[in-house]
């Protein structure tokens, strides 16, 4: 069935899998209700939860560059070892928190855990893989993770319908116990760890911010992300709020997505075969140019039919993540030196932080000054990514080589 669904035989990976299954069911479960927990188990207002995740995030930003030097020396493998016993704890903090400073240095742990953990996965999928098959493994795992987080929302449903303490420690628990899980299976996945040879240059971060091709897929990953927050930080606001559409849009919208990755990754990844990275690159970017006017459609329509715009606008909007996901993860772990790809992941991963922590702040910002000024911006950025990607392999050539599914 996963064959003919485009996605490869796992086989001897069914650990890792697991590992990852484990993780993603457990983080979907708790992420939905993560504000909602501390306002139900503690004094805290919505602006004190609020800020003190926000300064969690920024606390743990910097961490980047020591987890990509960790995995480094150490292995992927035994970093997201270490990631998931982090996250354990630090979600198993948020038993016993209540005030503000407790909550931020609770949620630092589990970001740090989280860090490692993502931090290093690009690495271990690098390692069990061979040249050629990078992309069908990336677009599997995304698919797994986008299914897994699915899971977890519908269970973290449940707990909101009973809407009471217990239901909700009892998610903490479950969560904590899935990352158990996920360290269990992972101590049998082989430790595939990229060793120095003698005449590889030696560097560190220098060699990493000095490598300018790098930089510019980095940059080209950072448009990317920008348009890959939108599903979760603009359109549920600009469905609900700015357009006033019906509330159950914004869950079949996150349904659709859902399912659309999950079927459809790697159908996506077979179709791209044969075609040149950078160009599939740019078609992402292009998919969320026509998402995006899509949306701007639906708010000059009547309700029953800017409700089908916005439907039709995901559809379209989602294969912008079907195309981009797995050539941009793919691209990137290749284009780095064995030696030195924790670090050069390291960076990538930044990037996602990055992403996650101003995306909130700048379209709330962006969809208070104007029904259509979020998308005009967010269309020039991923204009910006297209062009910078078309570009790219006359700087990075791993981008210029072509799209392989096994």
Known sequence: MLQRLGFPRVGEHRRFVSAIVADTIGSGLFMPLTILYFLKVTDLTLVQVGAALSVSALLTMPAAFVIGTLVDRFGGRRMMLVGNLVQGAGMLAYLWVEAFW???LATVLLNLGRQAFWGSFGNVVTAITQRGER???FGFLQAL??????????LAGIAVQLDTGLAFRTVVIANTATFVLAFLLLLDVP???????????????????RDGAYLRLVLGQLTFVVGMMVLNFALPVYAAETLDLPGWLVGAIFTLNTILVGLGQGLMVRWMTGRVRARMMALAQGFFVLGYACFVLAGR???QVAVVAMLLGALVYTGGELAGGPVFSATAAEAAP????????????LVWGVGGAVAPVAYTWLLE??????????????????????????????????????
């Open 191 to 209: 430790d595939h760890r990229s060793v120095q040879s003698d005449d590889a240059p030696v560097g560190g971060w220098g060699v990493v911010l």
């Open 338 to 349: 064995d030696h030195l790809r924790g670090r050069y992941l390291g960076l990538v991963q």
């Open 145 to 154: 993770r986008n299914l897994g987080f699915a899971v977890g929302g519908v």
């Open 135 to 137: 992309e069908l493994w």
């Open 102 to 104: 407790p909550v931020a």
């Open 369 to 406: 000054h104007g029904t259509y000024t979020i998308w005009a911006v967010l269309g020039l950025v991923a204009v910006l990514g297209a062009t910078a990607s078309v570009a790219l392999p006359r700087a990075l050539p791993t981008a210029g080589e072509r799209v392989t599914a096994g």
């Open 301 to 303: 329509l009547p309700v």
